[in-house]
């Protein structure tokens, strides 16, 4: 039984007085490809934001890699929400796959071949090499998801976090990216958050669902619909499932 | 009207230290520029340029260059305004106003304090190219070598948080100390505009040369490049045209620049409507 890549316990993380995350408790192992689920606002981002160490958690513990959060970012590569760019920004394809680079480069060193060579071997993995000149605003939603995987991958990690790596991409897109995914699952340690629930069971090997069921359920009916989007920043507990390949979590600690 | 030509005009020395003047303070608004405007931080531009005000006012009560008195007041308000945003999360538009006001009265103050008339206060305020001397060129080359050293060495820092500060902070980018660095080489820029076009119009020249050559672009470097051209057009149109109009050379400068980003603006914007 090996550490856990990603162990979270009884973890609860409060943002602007408001509670996102409570009581959360879960382990990713290495080989894992984990796919978080639950409403906008329950909280998914909150979790990658924690385990990147952008957001400090009001109480339990979080290790990546065995360390607090934060040290070990060069052996993590992160795939943002593609919505927040500035689409009008002037830098190509290319340079945004070589920021990949920057976890393994000093302050003041410059890139060098060895970071050329694991940006171009990173945008024919996620088959984007062709459009490496293009500017950023030019791409359409999946090539531009498909140039933040590269670039994630360009950092050599271990582990890959995705938030909404399918959001605003085209249904066909989707299952190229699904696929490009179930590639990389030999290599990485995949966590993804979505609230893309069709496709998605068939390819992770387990998914937890961010948002209490139970709770949700209970509030929901006593205080009627009308409060019930402000209840869903009331995430609460890690449910895990199973999915029909997958091994149980239990049974899945022994063989990771 | 003047109707003395161009080469002519430039058999003066105070003629020929203008057109240094307009090309040295270029390259600094062209590069620092693209950064203000892709970040698109004019606003803490104009905040540091006008809490310069203090050091000019300083600078009169003390008796040296004002531009000297400058440097320091635009470094404490790049810091100031950075550092309460970012670590004591103050709103940003309230750190500008109160840095931009502070700065303006202490001027006020200072300058009132100052025995006599204050000579050439207006040129400190609105520019005035045609009186930039000798000694001035130097400080504003040696401020340009500067920026540029610095914008070459922290060039894929410098890209990465204004692309994607987020990701550079996961990267292990110190984040808040590369931007102070970037607020401060605003704030030298600031220092080598004042003589060209004046504290109150620096935040002008830091962002429509820019603005304009953006459209042209497609990497951070080719927009720096263009931005500089532009820059050295508007600055030697305006210089040109306002010795033909004998009109004030800094507002001239501002309104060329400003007339050239409307077409462009506009031209893009029928472009669009076109397209859609």
Same mark, same amino acid.
């Given at each position: 039984m090996?550490?856990?890549?990603?162990?979270?316990?009884?973890?609860?993380?409060?943002?602007?007085?408001?509670?996102?995350?409570q009581g959360l408790?879960?382990?990713v192992?290495n080989?894992?490809?984990l796919?978080?689920?639950?409403?906008?606002?329950g909280?998914? %981002?909150?979790?990658?934001?924690?385990?990147?160490g952008?957001?400090?958690?009001t !109480?339990?513990t979080v %290790?990546?890699?065995?360390?607090p959060? @934060?040290?070990?970012? &060069?052996?993590?590569?992160y795939?943002?929400q593609?919505?927040?760019?500035?689409?009008e920004?002037?830098i190509?394809a290319?340079?945004v796959?070589?920021?990949?680079?920057?976890?393994?480069?000093?302050?003041?060193q410059?890139?060098?071949?060895a970071?050329?060579?694991?940006?171009?071997?990173?945008?024919?993995? %996620?088959?984007?090499?062709?459009?490496?000149n #293009?500017r950023?605003?030019?791409?359409?939603?999946?090539?531009?998801?498909?140039?933040?995987i590269?670039?994630a991958l360009?950092?050599?990690?271990?582990?890959l976090l995705l938030?909404?790596p399918?959001a !605003?991409?085209?249904?066909?897109m989707?299952? %190229?990216?699904?696929?490009?995914?179930e590639?990389?699952?030999?290599?990485h340690?995949?966590?993804?958050?979505?609230?893309?629930? @069709?496709?998605?069971a068939?390819?992770?090997? #387990?998914?937890?669902?961010l948002?209490?069921?139970l709770?949700?359920?209970?509030?929901?009916?006593?205080?009627? #619909?009308?409060?019930?989007d402000?209840?869903? #920043?009331y995430p609460?507990d890690?449910?895990?499932?199973l999915?029909?390949g997958?091994a149980k979590?239990d049974?899945? &600690?022994?063989?990771? | 009207?003047?109707?003395?030509?161009?080469?002519?005009?430039?058999?003066?020395?105070?003629m020929?230290n203008?057109l240094?003047?307009?090309?040295?303070s270029?390259?600094a608004? /062209?590069?620092?520029?693209?950064?203000?405007?892709?970040?698109?931080?004019?606003f803490?531009?104009?905040?540091?340029a006008?809490?310069?005000?203090?050091?000019?006012?300083? /600078?009169?009560?003390?008796?040296?260059n004002?531009?000297?008195?400058i440097?320091?007041?635009?470094?404490?308000?790049?810091?100031?305004?950075?550092l309460?945003?970012?670590?004591?999360?103050?709103a940003?538009?309230?750190?500008?106003?109160?840095?931009?006001? =502070?700065?303006?009265?202490?001027?006020v103050? +200072?300058i009132?304090?100052t025995?006599?008339?204050?000579?050439n206060l207006?040129s400190?305020?609105?520019?005035?190219?045609?009186?930039?001397?000798?000694?001035?060129?130097?400080?504003?080359? *040696?401020?340009?070598? *500067?920026?540029?050293? $610095?914008?070459?060495?922290?060039?894929?820092?410098?890209l990465?948080?204004?692309f994607?500060?987020?990701y550079?902070?996961?990267s292990?980018?110190?984040?808040? =100390?590369?931007?102070?660095? *970037?607020l401060c080489?605003?704030?030298?820029?600031?220092?080598? *505009?004042v003589?060209?076009v004046?504290?109150?119009?620096?935040?002008?020249l830091?962002?429509?040369?820019?603005a304009?050559?953006?459209?042209?672009?497609?990497? +951070?470097? /080719?927009m $720096?490049?263009?931005?500089?051209?532009?820059?050295?057009?508007f600055s030697? =149109?305006?210089?040109w045209?306002s010795w033909v109009?004998?009109v004030?050379?800094?507002a001239?400068?501002?309104?060329v620049a400003?007339?050239?980003?409307?077409?462009t603006?506009?031209?893009?914007?029928?472009?669009?409507?076109m397209?859609?």
């Open positions: 090996s550490e856990p890549v990603i162990f979270c316990d009884r973890l609860c993380v409060d943002l602007g007085g408001m509670t996102v995350l408790s879960i382990s192992y080989g894992d490809f796919a978080v689920l639950g409403p906008n606002g909280g998914k %981002t909150t979790l990658l934001r924690v385990i990147l952008l957001e400090k958690p !109480s339990g %290790t990546v890699f065995g360390a959060p @934060g040290i070990a970012s &060069h052996r993590i590569g795939v943002p593609r919505l927040f760019f500035d689409r920004f002037p190509s290319w340079e796959v070589m920021m990949g680079r920057l976890s393994r480069r000093k302050l003041l410059r890139y060098g071949g970071d050329r060579e694991k940006a171009t071997e990173a945008l024919e993995i %996620t088959g984007v090499a062709g459009i490496r #293009r950023i605003g030019a791409l359409s939603g999946g090539e531009l998801q498909r140039v933040l590269a670039r360009a950092s050599e990690p271990e582990l938030d909404e399918t !605003s991409v085209d249904p066909e989707k299952s %190229t990216i699904y696929d490009l995914l590639r990389l699952r030999e290599r340690t995949i966590v993804l958050v979505t609230h893309d629930t @069709g496709t998605i068939r390819h992770v090997s #387990r998914i937890a669902c948002n209490c069921t709770e949700m359920h209970e509030k929901g009916s006593t205080l009627g #619909r009308k409060t019930l402000s209840l869903y #920043r609460v890690v449910v895990e499932h999915d029909a997958g979590p049974e899945h &600690h022994d063989h990771a | 009207m003047n109707t003395t030509t161009m080469p002519d005009i430039l058999h003066f020395e105070f020929r203008a240094f003047a307009a090309i040295l270029s390259v608004c /062209g590069i620092i520029g693209t950064y203000v405007v892709v970040r698109k931080i004019g803490i531009s104009g905040g540091i006008h809490t310069a005000f203090g050091g000019i006012g300083l /600078g009169y009560y003390l008796g040296v004002p531009l000297v008195g440097i320091p007041f635009s470094l404490v308000a790049a810091l100031g305004i950075g309460l945003t970012r670590k004591a999360k103050v940003e538009d309230t750190a500008i106003g109160a840095f931009w006001a =502070a700065g303006m009265a202490i001027g103050i +200072l009132g304090l025995p006599g008339y204050a000579p207006f400190y305020l609105f520019g005035n190219i045609l009186t930039v001397p000798s000694a001035d060129l130097k400080l504003i080359l *040696m401020l340009d070598l *500067m920026i540029a050293l $610095m914008v070459w060495l922290f060039s894929k820092e410098f990465a948080i204004s994607d500060e987020e550079a902070r996961i292990g980018l110190k984040t808040v =100390a590369l931007d102070l660095l *970037m080489l605003i704030a030298l820029t600031v220092v080598i *505009m003589r060209v004046g504290i109150v119009m620096v935040i002008a830091l962002t429509i040369p820019a304009v050559a953006r459209s042209f672009s497609r990497t +951070l470097h /080719g $720096m490049v263009l931005a500089i051209a532009f820059s050295v057009m030697i =149109a305006g210089l045209l109009f004998d004030a050379s800094g001239t400068i501002i309104l400003s007339f050239v980003f409307l077409v603006s506009l031209i893009k914007a029928s472009r669009f409507r397209a859609h």
